[in-house]
């Protein structure tokens, strides 16, 4: 799920330009996406420091950016616009002259004069902006406007062609063939099949459409999400987009699982038969991840790594009559619920080091936590990985650039992929959930909210609705069990609003999502393996804003779809 390449720009990339005499530059740099250049004029007589830090890395040690010289010097430096930063003048004897934090925009140029305060004897620090902005999310606006016109003719067209058959005439008209007559019985034929072509499918649209909604996300998300920080994985701590997208992706296999072995037993399909299947697709996932997930065009030689995608499954039992309508989806798993509150429980000893820090570490090292823990990437998730795995680990996680980590790290290592099979075991109690109050639809919503609610509070609460400050934090990097009872909140959220929508109500049928959703390995391994190729990315030319990076990731995305979409007109559906 992670894309193997660093990110394009440093999170917190601050290069050290040109210096020069008299206050004025006599070349500026050329900025890419996500910069800026701050150029610092020291009118004092006594040379200054320059320091900066990231508002997003959580408590790190400040790292130098510039020294200016005195006597109407300056020096400047292209920084990183993608999160705010804090920066801090000094005197040469370590004393703070000023102190400031803000968020710069890409393209800007800005001036920071170091002088005697005019209405005190005092030094002061005062900004100036030489050069406005640009504007980051007008690629984004147009974008969304035009992912809105397509969507919108795509539900129109169709209700217009559907409009032509309203009046008798036309009806025969569309009738007309070796099968109809030109009378009342062409209109009945006509009625006939329009209310075959009504007719509800027993398979659920919902679970595809949130399949390949979640596919789709993920797909652009891999081709970078235009360059925006927000479509990408956070640092450490926090919630992006980007960390939704596997998540989502483990609740609907743990939903599709109990609806597929329900199906199997149905049909009279043996144990030892379902055994073999589970098997067989096992081998099946770990040879694809092994030949695809750990290697890309970009990455060189093939990389061999800790297995990324570990399966997990359980056999589907009837309802227990002795459990009470609220726990009897839960009751039928009571031997492997029991075994994931076991291992949640010694996975959140590991994840309380506000209460006790002798017992874990949540943070990603570096130059965080005031540089008291420089190797301790990841803490005992990091810990055992390297020490099961030694180097043979992912090692661009995405602490590396912000917090200037040096050891390898991944995100799904041991100890989180504990919490990602509790991830699959949400999805298995929501898939019980519709087969059990099957017919029932209020009671399925109804306790997909419940659920929701549940797990939404629990996340408050362990997170304190902070992004450093909560007992457990929020963090994809861990899968720390707030992560976990998130994610498990938005997944119940959106599977419940997509059944509304589709399965119960009809008012959508689940395209374009739905094409992606029925053919997912074949779209995940296709952009997977063939993904940095032409047509689906091309070395862009336009690196100064995003406006080229978001067109190529909305481009990539919606071929894949169209692929889907073909392959879907053809009936082809690539299965295991």
Not at 259 to 272: D, E, N, P
Not at 329 to 338: E, F, K, L, S
Not at 410 to 419: A, F, K, R, S
Request: hydrophobic content about 40%; charged content about 15%.
């Amino acid at each position: 799920m992670e894309p193997r390449r660093p990110l394009y720009a440093s999170l917190t990339l601050l290069i050290l330009v040109t210096s020069s005499h008299g206050g004025h530059l006599k070349s500026g740099p050329t900025l890419k996406m996500d910069q800026a250049l701050l150029t610092f004029h020291n009118q004092l007589t006594e040379e200054m420091q320059v320091f900066y830090t990231s508002d997003s890395c959580y408590k790190c040690v400040y790292q130098h950016l510039v020294t200016v010289k005195p006597n109407n010097n300056n020096a400047s430096a292209v920084i990183s616009t993608k999160f705010p930063l804090t920066l801090q003048v000094e005197w040469t004897r370590n004393v703070t002259l000023c102190s400031w934090s803000q968020t710069y925009g890409e393209g800007g140029h800005y001036s920071v004069w170091i002088q005697m305060s005019e209405a005190a004897s005092n030094p002061s620090c005062t900004t100036a902006v030489d050069k406005r902005p640009n504007n980051v999310h007008l690629p984004l606006l147009v974008g969304a406007l035009s992912l809105a016109v397509v969507a919108l003719l795509f539900v129109v067209a169709p209700y217009i062609y559907r409009r032509r058959c309203t009046s008798k005439c036309i009806r025969t008209i569309c009738c007309q063939g070796p099968e109809y007559s030109v009378d009342n019985d062409g209109a009945q034929a006509c009625e006939v099949e329009h209310n075959t072509a009504k007719a509800k499918p027993t398979r659920l649209r919902s679970l595809d459409t949130f399949r390949g909604f979640a596919l789709t996300v993920m797909v652009f998300v891999n081709y970078g999400g235009g360059g925006y920080w927000f479509f990408q994985h956070a640092p450490w701590n926090g919630l992006t987009v980007g960390d939704l997208v596997m998540p989502w992706f483990v609740f609907i296999i743990g939903t599709s699982v109990v609806l597929a072995f329900r199906s199997m037993q149905r049909r009279g399909v043996s144990r030892q038969q379902l055994l073999r299947k589970i098997t067989w697709r096992t081998v099946v996932l770990l040879m694809l991840g092994f030949c695809f997930i750990n290697y890309s065009p970009r990455d060189g030689p093939y990389f061999l790594g800790p297995e990324r995608n570990p399966t997990e499954s359980e056999s589907l039992v009837e309802p227990r009559p002795g459990c009470g309508p609220l726990l009897a989806t839960v009751a039928d798993y009571h031997p492997a619920g029991d075994s994931v509150a076991l291992h949640h429980f010694a996975h959140a000893c590991t994840q309380l080091p506000h209460v006790n820090p002798s017992i874990g570490y949540l943070g990603a090292g570096g130059i965080g936590d005031n540089g008291l823990y420089p190797n301790c990437t990841g803490g005992a998730a990091g810990y055992i990985d390297r020490w099961m795995f030694g180097d043979n680990m992912f090692r661009y996680p995405t602490c590396k650039e912000i917090y200037h980590t040096t050891q390898p790290f991944d995100p799904e290592g041991v100890l989180g992929t504990i919490n990602s099979i509790a991830m699959g075991f949400l999805g298995m109690q929501a898939g019980k959930i519709i087969i059990f109050y099957r017919g029932a639809n209020v009671r399925i919503l109804c306790r997909f909210l419940v659920w929701a609610v549940i797990l939404g509070i629990s996340a408050a609460i362990l997170s304190k609705c902070t992004r450093d400050g909560g007992f457990i934090p929020v963090n994809k990097n861990l899968w720390s069990l707030s992560y976990v009872m998130c994610t498990g909140c938005f997944s119940f959220l959106l599977l419940g609003g997509m059944y509304f929508v589709t399965d119960i109500k009809g008012w959508w049928g689940g395209q374009p999502f739905i094409y992606p959703g029925m053919n997912s390995i074949f779209v995940y391994v296709g952009h997977s393996l063939l993904g940095f190729y032409f047509p689906f990315s091309w070395e862009m030319r336009f690196q100064e804003s995003h406006w080229e990076w978001l067109f190529q990731s909305l481009w990539a995305t919606a071929l894949w779809v169209l692929i889907a979409y073909l392959l879907y007109r053809k009936k082809f559906f690539l299965k295991i």
